[in-house]
């Protein structure tokens, strides 16, 4: 099913700029949203398409005898997201929904009537995104690191070790680089790193504020390689990220930085949400506080590599 939407945000020159975010349509079409956004440099048009992970299925299970699964000892039984405990070990993996990459993704392709590819910068392939490439400067924000594990529907749900994740999501005050200050040296909260051994990957960066008419998210593409996550033409998966509810909320209502987030905030839902209206199940993340003093979260994701 086609998903139309995008995230609107202002246009500023600095790192850390005031949020003045103005809101999406929120006019519905089936499951998706349309609206044609005004982006800080242009009229922009903006094309996802979505679904709950319809694109394939794989299931692995392993164990014998009875109960919720079969198997000895125990374990988790999780189906898109949902577990229950059982007595052995019955995972099933659904290809991520596929989302717009939104206004700003500065991978090459035509976006608020630009064509920015930090993808070909020197130095984009890096795990902390905190400061644009070169500078010792990071942008503020709460401390987070977001771990990533991709696994292949087509093999079981076995970790796709070497593909490429290209991450990019907004300031605490819901700005974008490179668009904000229509400069493609202010890249912060931009990166890519290839997958390890396990189909990992671990950003370190901020806690992304809330903006206007959406709810907080990051945005991701999945390349098959690091040589291949170049342009936005060689990208095999686009998505987003979702995060709970409440914990952000106590987030920004804890840190100044982050004041603009609690107002929009509170008047979103994910039921209102242009993007995750359709359900969030395959793209939450479950996140917690650290020991040191900010946050992580992690998700599994899956494509049909």
């Known amino acids: 099913m086609a998903r139309f939407s995008a995230a609107i945000a202002p246009t500023t020159t600095s790192s850390s700029p005031a949020a003045t975010v103005a809101p999406p349509s929120s006019t519905p079409a089936s499951r ?60 099933t993996c659904s290809v991520v929904p596929e989302e717009t990459a939104g206004p700003y993704p500065a991978d090459g392709s035509n976006a608020s009537n630009n064509t920015y590819n930090v993808l070909a910068l020197s130095g984009i392939v890096r795990s902390d995104i905190r400061t644009s490439i070169g500078s010792s400067t990071p942008v503020s924000g709460v401390p987070f690191t977001i771990t990533i594990t991709l696994t292949n529907t087509n093999a079981s749900c076995a ?17 974008y680089s490179v668009y904000s200050s229509n400069n493609i040296a202010d890249n912060y909260l931009r990166g890519v790193q290839a997958t390890d051994a396990n189909g ?12 206007a008419g959406r709810m907080p998210h990051m945005h991701l593409e999945v390349y098959r390689s690091l040589s291949a996550a170049s342009n936005a033409s060689n990208k095999i998966k686009t998505t987003q990220l979702a995060f709970p509810t409440a914990l952000l909320s106590t987030i920004y209502n804890a840190n100044a930085g982050y004041s603009a987030s609690v107002r929009n905030l509170a008047s979103m839902s994910f039921a209102t949400d242009n993007v995750f209206s359709d359900g969030t199940t395959l793209e939450m993340t479950t996140m917690q506080a650290n020991s040191g003093g900010g946050y992580s979260a992690h998700i599994t994701i899956s494509v049909a590599a």
Do not use: K
């Open 32 to 91: 998706r949203f349309a609206l044609n956004a005004l982006g800080s440099l242009g009229m922009a048009t903006l094309l996802g398409c979505g679904g709950g992970g319809s694109d394939s299925d794989s299931t692995d299970t392993a164990g014998s005898g009875s109960g919720t699964s079969t198997g000895t000892g125990t374990g988790t039984t999780t189906d898109t997201g949902t577990g229950t405990t059982g007595t052995g070990t019955t995972t």
């Open 200 to 211: 990992t990957v671990t950003f370190t960066t901020i806690v992304p504020g809330c903006y």
């Open 159 to 175: 970790a796709l070790s070497g593909y490429a994740i290209y991450l990019w999501h907004c300031t605490q005050d819901g700005n």
